[in-house]
Each structure stands twice: as C-alpha cells, then as structure tokens.
C-alpha cells in the first residue's frame, strides 16, 4: 500500500504562500487519486482538493478554490499544494491522503494518510 508524507508547513503571515508537498512512496502512486484535508484546532478535518492520478480532474473546495492551486508529478511520486493569499483561517494541520473512488470526499473513503504538516498564518 502506498505511504504518504507531507512537508512545506510553517509560520507565514496573511496574504502570503505556502508550497505543501506530499510525497508517496510503494507501489503504483501514479494509480491514485490524491486528496488534501486540514484540521484547524478544535475542529474536524475538512477535505479542500483533490486530483486524480492523469491530472484529467482536479476539484477544490469553495473554501480555497481561486487560492490554492493542487498538483502532481508521478515521475517524483508527489502531489503538491500551492496556497497563495493566505488568510489566518488557513491556520490548520494539512494532511495528504489517497483513494481509488472520485467525487466521495469523507474521510473513510481515504486511506494512507501522513502525519500532516502544521501551517499557521498570523495577521
């Protein structure tokens, strides 16, 4: 089973951009459809995008679409978010995770999830 990993977290000021990666290691990464969660404190984690294994459909949530931007590489085995105009209530832990399903955003039907990488945005 695929392992996924993120890192490009950190302490930004509002309106500025993070670059979150996520790296997959096993086998057949390219086969996987990818999504991306935070977690802000004291709430649940949200799904906010996703991409399939070609590229050919990428989705985001209304809570970032026109701001961050999701993508991958499969010859680097990595799906990447690129958040731009950053707001404080971006403020959350992000994690990756993959699935073989498109269009069923709850957790449960994710699976391979990484450790998450803080991202904390002051005003």
């Known amino acids: 089973q695929v392992q996924l990993v993120e890192s490009g977290g950190g302490l930004v000021q509002s309106g500025d951009s993070l670059r979150l990666s996520c790296e997959g290691s096993?086998?057949?990464?390219?086969?996987?459809?990818v999504g991306w969660f935070r977690q802000a404190p004291g709430k649940e984690r949200d799904f906010i995008a996703a991409?399939?294994?070609?590229?050919?459909?990428?989705y985001y949530t209304t809570s970032v679409k026109g701001r961050f931007t999701i993508s991958r590489d499969n010859a680097e085995n990595t799906v990447y978010l690129q958040m731009n105009s950053l707001k404080p209530e971006d403020t959350a832990v992000y994690y990756c995770a993959a699935t073989t399903t498109w269009g069923l955003w709850s957790e449960e039907n994710f699976y391979s999830w990484g450790q998450g990488t803080q991202v904390t945005v002051s005003s």
């Open positions: 096993g086998p057949m990464f390219d086969r996987y459809t």
């Open positions: 991409i399939t294994n070609n590229d050919g459909l990428i």
